[in-house]
């Protein structure tokens, strides 16, 4: 059996964005085994309060990495069993890649100055 599974990134380009939902684009990963195996990158569809999570779901996306989220985003993802990273900052890539070897951990940060 493998085990596939897709990690979507909000980024600046290819740096992590800081604060999820004012993200420019998401860098989505198809990783199989531990390993990366495609990328791509879907500019942000805008930020409306809730949609973005859903919006993700519907990607087929099980893992999102970001630098910070609002509350509101991580209880929309926790209610569609999407693992929510949080804390994470630089290359997208490198954080996928961190994220596979067991290296990166959510820090739990949550933006409190923009709760919906």
């Given at each position: 059996?493998?085990?596939?599974?897709?990690?979507?990134?909000?980024?600046?380009?290819?740096?992590?964005?800081?604060?999820?939902?004012?993200?420019?684009?998401?860098?989505?990963?198809?990783?199989?085994?531990?390993?990366?195996?495609?990328?791509?990158?879907?500019?942000?569809?805008?930020?409306?309060?809730?949609?973005?999570?859903?919006?993700?779901?519907?990607l087929g996306v099980e893992v999102i990495i970001a630098g910070g989220m609002g509350g509101?985003?991580?209880?929309?993802?926790?209610e569609h069993n999407i693992e929510v990273i949080v804390g994470a900052n630089g290359n997208a890539k490198s954080c996928v890649e961190s994220y596979l070897s067991g290296d990166l951990k959510s820090t739990g940060s949550v933006c409190h100055e923009h709760n919906q």
């Amino acid at each position: 059996m493998t085990n596939k599974l897709k990690i979507a990134v909000a980024c600046m380009g290819n740096t992590t964005a800081q604060h999820f939902g004012h993200c420019e684009n998401f860098n989505l990963y198809d990783a199989e085994g531990g390993k990366i195996i495609s990328e791509k990158s879907v500019p942000n569809p805008g930020h409306k309060p809730g949609f973005l999570p859903n919006y993700l779901h519907d990607l087929g996306v099980e893992v999102i990495i970001a630098g910070g989220m609002g509350g509101g985003a991580v209880e929309i993802f926790n209610e569609h069993n999407i693992e929510v990273i949080v804390g994470a900052n630089g290359n997208a890539k490198s954080c996928v890649e961190s994220y596979l070897s067991g290296d990166l951990k959510s820090t739990g940060s949550v933006c409190h100055e923009h709760n919906q």
